[in-house]
């Protein structure tokens, strides 16, 4: 059993894993769409990441929490490092976000809903991850992960846009 | 697979090239074999490499069907890896080990199948495949390397998985083994 602690990183990073298996499965079952393997293959190894994210989250976050309890002067460094996880899952829950649009706007009409659902769900979590981001680089504002996630969230958050447009 | 049928035939009608890019494509495969399959350690899996392409080049004239060159080295390799695993004072894999074996050479034939389908592909879709499936770069990364917009990207990467699967479809028929009883 781990004894990382998850926080919002890798509750983030799951529910974006899980949004991928939707659309993986939205894809794999839906009829008469040609690029429907290639989407789920895409999606599944979206899921697969992300898995790997979450736990990786929980790794860094404990690292720093255990650094903060300490009062350690590698805090800010911590910190630092501990932003490149949640860009990460940022940029893959985005890349999730962008494959439930594609599966929204080709997906079997009963199945649309589940896509649109999984393009809402990827796209919060992206927003998730890029606030974490922003979090811990406080002290160094102007560092290009904070852009970088940034520019993450607002790519799923269009693709859900754009998503849930083809679901009404 | 017709590429392996005329490398083959280069190779007998003795171009050094030839011998050079039978190596080249094979390499990976046979050391894979050597330390995945038989767990060689790296002095011996390299000595198993030499041997197996020495016999290859002494007796690759005995193949009967040149299609058959990937199970035919694949059976030079196990081969010599067994007489390696002799020579070391270390016993021969169990029944139960020998199961475990077949199963990771199915999977190196199955991954060395994805590769030479991966290779006869256009480079533009090698590459997209690349990026996303080994490199896990994400969609806005690979559309902005590439000079694309990011929302054809999965799109992209679907057809070409398309060509892929008809390529590893077409070369992935069991071929035939020739010529194990003069290895």
């Known amino acids: ?168 | 697979m017709g590429d392996d049928a005329e490398l083959v035939g280069r190779c007998l009608r003795g171009e050094q090239q030839a011998w050079n890019d039978l190596v080249e494509r094979y390499a990976r495969y046979v050391h894979a074999i050597a330390t995945q399959g038989y767990r060689l350690r790296p002095p011996d899996a390299e000595d198993a490499f030499q041997d197996v392409f020495l016999r290859v080049y002494d007796r690759l004239g005995s193949l009967r069907d040149p299609e058959a060159l990937r199970p035919w080295i694949a059976q030079t390799t196990r081969r010599v890896c067994l007489d390696r695993l002799a020579a070391a004072g270390r016993e021969e894999p169990s029944e139960v080990e020998a199961r475990g074996l077949d199963e990771t050479i199915d999977e190196l034939d199955e991954a060395f199948a994805v590769r030479e389908a991966l290779a006869s592909l256009p480079e533009e879709c090698r590459e997209v495949l690349d990026r996303f499936f080994c490199r896990d770069e994400s969609y806005r990364t690979i559309g902005e390397a590439l000079g694309l917009p990011s929302g054809t990207i999965a799109s992209r990467i679907s057809r070409c998985l398309g060509k892929l699967r008809e390529r590893f479809e077409g070369r992935n028929e069991p071929a035939r083994e020739s010529g194990r009883s003069r290895t």
């Open chain 1, 1 to 168: 059993m781990s004894s990382s602690r998850s926080g919002a990183g890798s509750a983030a990073a799951e529910a974006a894993a899980e949004a991928a298996r939707l659309v993986a499965t939205v894809a794999r079952e839906t009829t008469g769409w040609e690029g429907a393997a290639g989407v789920a293959a895409q999606a599944a190894a979206l899921a697969d990441r992300l898995d790997e994210l979450a736990e990786a989250d929980a790794e860094a976050f404990t690292a720093a929490l255990a650094a903060l309890e300490s009062r350690s002067r590698d805090l800010p460094i911590r910190m630092q490092h501990a932003a490149d996880v949640p860009l990460e899952i940022a940029r893959t829950a985005a890349d999730a976000a962008e494959a439930a649009r594609v599966a929204a706007e080709r997906c079997d009409g009963v199945l649309r809903a589940d896509a649109v659902g999984a393009a809402a769900l990827a796209s919060g979590a992206a927003q998730a991850a890029a606030h974490l981001v922003r979090a811990n680089l406080l002290v160094a504002p102007d560092d290009p992960r904070v852009a970088q996630a940034a520019r993450a969230a607002e790519d799923a958050q269009y693709a859900a846009a754009r998503a849930l447009d083809a679901g009404s």
